[in-house]
């Protein structure tokens, strides 16, 4: 299995967005302010994103689906379909 990126709760997971995408904007915004200083703010954007912009919204994705969805798998293809209730 792949590595999951989702959070515990949809509300938490746009937290770390809004913390991860706040501090990779502030780190470029304040360089003509506090000059190259402000780039300490790039490996806290990245650690609160998980590692890449694109990580955070596959974990997006598998938040928001977690218990929604089901794979099942044979020898020669995979399956997704919506999980009853």
Known sequence: MGRDFASASLPRHLARGALGFGALAA?????????PISLALLPAGLLALRGCPMCWAIGLLQTVSRGRLQRTCTDDHCELTVRRP
């Open 27 to 35: 780190s470029v915004a304040c360089v003509p302010a506090v000059g």
